[in-house]
T-cell receptor, first 110, second 111 residues
Framework: NAGVTQTPKFQVLKTGQSMTLQCAQDMNHNSMYWYRQDPGMGLRLIYYSASEGTTDKGEVPNGYNVSRLNKREFSLRLESAAPSQTSVYFC?????????FGPGTRLTVL | KQEVTQIPAALSVPEGENLVLNCSFTDSAIYNLQWFRQDPGKGLTSLLLIQSSQREQTSGRLNASLDKSSGRSTLYIAASQPGDSATYLCAAKSNDYKLSFGAGTTVTVRA
């Protein structure tokens, strides 16, 4: 039982490049979330998916897209990376009342 | 919009001292309040969850209280140990099930 897994762990991009962050959970949870964490700030919600086939914008969705591929997987795509998207990205899934977090992806955009 | 604040941003105590971490939120209409621990370079681990109808929760040396009317939660860690050194984040879950996080308190326990 791996919980929530994320790939890659680290990534460096140049401005304008695109990439997809992958997230998977093996806990059969319906809800999944993408957050970003910046120094001195709390986690901010980018997008979430309440169930397979649905996605909704969170607090900071601009510059991102998501896909809920199936119940297990929820990916986050940066179409044209910008330096302001340098951050640590966390995926989470919701089981009962508690959220379970992946280890994070550390992204640097030069 | 829910705003969650944690003061202080950092705290350093000698081993054995009790820790008191504060969390305040602006909208008292919350579904629950969670405390998380984050170690450097790692994800978040849930420590305690207090439902909106509860006043406190306890797990081992950890105790969390909730006062919705004043918009406050407090995490107490008894007899701190060096292994308690980490960043502690609180998060308020609203009735639409979204979490609003504080920026965290970074705790250092000196041996």
């Amino acid at each position: 039982n791996a919980g929530v897994t994320q790939t890659p762990k680290f990534q460096v991009l140049k401005t304008g490049q695109s990439m997809t962050l992958q997230c998977a959970q093996d806990m059969n949870h319906n809800s999944m979330y993408w957050y970003r964490q910046d120094p001195g700030m709390g986690l901010r919600l980018i997008y979430y998916s309440a169930s397979e086939g649905t996605t909704d914008k969170g607090e900071v969705p601009n510059g991102y897209n998501v896909s809920r591929l199936n119940k297990r997987e929820f990916s986050l795509r940066l179409e044209s990376a910008a330096p302001s998207q340098t951050s640590v990205y966390f995926c989470a899934s919701n089981g009962g009342h508690t959220q379970y977090f992946g280890p994070g992806t550390r992204l640097t955009v030069l | 919009k829910q705003e969650v604040t944690q003061i202080p941003a950092a705290l350093s105590v000698p081993e054995g001292e009790n820790l008191v971490l504060n969390c305040s939120f602006t909208d008292s209409a919350i579904y629950n309040l969670q405390w998380f621990r984050q170690d450097p370079g790692k994800g978040l681990t849930s420590l305690l969850l207090i439902q909106s109808s509860q006043r406190e929760q306890t797990s081992g040396r950890l105790n969390a209280s909730l006062d919705k009317s004043s918009g406050r939660s407090t995490l107490y860690i008894a007899a701190s140990q060096p292994g308690d050194s980490a960043t502690y984040l609180c998060a308020a879950k609203s009735n639409d099930y979204k979490l609003s996080f504080g920026a965290g308190t970074t705790v250092t326990v000196r041996a």
